[in-house]
């Protein structure tokens, strides 16, 4: 299974851009999905987490602005992105951590889309 994200871009300060990342195959198991970014010179960090159970977490830093959802019928995880900052600027990963042949779950991740915030 790979996954595939789309839907970065440049926009201005304020605006908003959602973001997909679609599985190619199907999970046996998904114990939780998650958005990551990572900015130049920096390390990646967690954005935000969707469990199997429904429970959602968010950096501090985007609660409020980000909404993480899925949806199981099309294979794919968004991340709607509300009032954007220049501090949001990172390329944005998608991760699965789950398992396609019921075995233990392992890492997954998408190739990331980058996302520019500047006026």
């Known amino acids: 299974v790979q996954l595939q994200a789309s839907g970065g871009g440049l926009v201005q300060p304020g605006g908003s851009l959602r973001l997909s990342c679609v599985a190619s195959?199907?999970?046996?198991?998904?114990?939780?999905v998650d958005w990551y970014r990572q900015a130049p010179g920096k390390q990646r960090d967690l954005v935000a987490s969707l469990t199997s159970g429904g429970s959602i977490n968010y950096a501090d830093s985007v609660r409020g602005r980000f909404t993480i959802s899925r949806d199981n019928s099309k294979n794919t995880v968004y991340l709607q992105m509300n009032s954007l900052e220049p501090e949001d600027t990172a390329v944005y990963y998608c991760?699965?951590?789950?398992?396609?042949?019921?075995?233990?779950?392992?890492?997954?991740w998408g190739q990331g889309t980058q996302v520019t915030v500047s006026s």
């Open positions: 991760h699965v951590y789950g398992t396609i042949y019921g075995t233990a779950s392992i890492n997954y």
């Open positions: 195959g199907t999970f046996f198991r998904v114990d939780h």
